[in-house]
């Protein structure tokens, strides 16, 4: 498999924010949204085998939660499945952050699944497969990062047409950051206000959650490997 990065962290974007987490990070993505904070994946990173992916996780924890992410890691879905699968027996926590574009009909059903529907600010709008949809269940979490207000409206809407909320079991609405932060480890960073966001959810009385990217808060934002 071609990997970017392994490493413990703090997990910083979903229900499971703040729980250490192993991060298996794979390379190249097909997508290019306009806020993408992790373009040194596109290219790069080095060949690892299965193996050696699970034993540097065991070295890393023996047990607890390990997360996929990327760029897109349904890209290497023919070796990752298989590895999910060994991972899962060996009892850890799986969480896999995909873009929402690949289809995820072959994802173990134990894998809690953070999926992103991409907003028009991102580029990238448009590119969320559909039929993903019926694969999702309450172990599950649907990602909308919005750049402002048309992004916001965006993400209501296709909430509630959808019927997100009953499906999954988080909504996350999370404001883009900048792409080229500054070292402040505070909300000057994010494209939109956070209280703003607040302000909107309360307002259209939403169940959703609002997500902040913690680790962006707790180490300077432009920081990798955390
Ligand atoms: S899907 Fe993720 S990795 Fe790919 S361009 Fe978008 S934000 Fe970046």
């Known amino acids: ?16 924010a703040g729980l250490p987490c192993i991060f298996v990070r794979l390379a190249a993505c ?26 540097e996780i065991s070295r890393l924890s023996p047990s607890g939660l390990v997360e996929f992410t990327g760029g897109e890691p349904m890209l290497q879905v023919r070796e990752l499945v298989p590895l999910m699968e060994r991972l899962l027996a060996k009892g850890y926590t799986l969480l896999l952050e995909t873009s929402g574009e690949r289809p995820l009909e072959q994802v173990p059903a134990p894998v809690h699944k953070i999926v992103d529907v991409k907003c028009p600010g991102s580029g990238e709008g448009g590119s969320f497969r559909a039929s993903n949809l019926k694969t999702l ?8 990062v919005l750049t402002d207000r048309v992004d916001y409206e965006f993400a ?13 079991n988080s909504v996350i609405f999370s404001p883009a950051f900048l ?10 960073n994010c494209q939109l206000d956070p209280r703003l966001l607040a302000e909107w959810i309360l307002e259209d009385k939403l169940n959703v959650r609002l997500g902040l990217q913690i680790h962006k808060f707790i180490w300077e934002p432009a920081t990798k490997g955390v």
């Open 137 to 144: 269940s309450h172990r599950d979490e649907i990602k909308f």
């Open 179 to 188: 792409k080229n932060p500054s070292s402040e480890r505070d909300t000057s």
């Open 1 to 16: 498999m071609q990997i970017i990065e392994i490493y413990r962290s703090i997990q910083g974007e979903s229900s499971f």
């Open 156 to 168: 209501r809407d296709f909430m509630r047409s959808q019927g997100l909320e009953k499906a999954v």
């Open 30 to 55: 097909n997508l290019r949204c306009s806020w993408c904070d992790s373009e040194y994946t596109f290219r790069g990173g080095r060949k690892l085998t299965s193996t050696e992916i699970e034993e």
